[in-house]
């Protein structure tokens, strides 16, 4: 099967940098797109960035100026940086990847998610 391990959660100060990592692992025969979801408390889940296995990259537009994201193909793992965070930026982060896999069963896999808090 595949696997999405997420890395780099924690609790900052407003203004303050992450750096969110996930390796995508197992029976996989390429990664297509790659992107971060984000789901705070009471909303819904919604897009974060994302980014093709040719380096195409889309950014929701309240992070477009702050965060970035980028990946490692030779290491199937997607990155975001995020800088100037603030306190709404507070959610659990989920990482998304289209997986061809070894075993018929492509599509879209997640990750278990890491918790960012943004507070002082």
């Known amino acids: 099967q595949v696997q999405l391990v997420e890395s780099g959660g924690g609790l900052v100060q407003p203004g303050g940098s992450l750096r969110l990592s996930c390796a995508a692992s197992?029976?996989?025969?390429?990664?297509?797109?790659m992107g971060w979801y984000r789901q705070a408390p009471g909303k819904e889940r919604e897009l974060v960035a994302s980014?093709?296995?040719?380096?195409?990259?889309n950014l929701g537009d309240s992070v477009k100026d702050r965060f970035r994201i980028s990946r490692d193909n030779s290491k199937n793992t997607v990155y975001l940086q995020m800088n100037r965070l603030e306190p709404v930026d507070t959610a659990v982060y989920y990482c998304?990847?289209?997986?061809?896999?070894?075993?018929?069963?492509?599509?879209?896999?997640w990750g278990q998610g890491t918790r960012v808090t943004v507070s002082s």
């Open positions: 197992g029976r996989i025969v390429s990664v297509n797109s």
């Open positions: 980014i093709t296995s040719g380096g195409s990259t």
């Open positions: 998304n990847a289209y997986v061809i896999n070894k075993d018929s069963a492509s599509g879209y896999y």
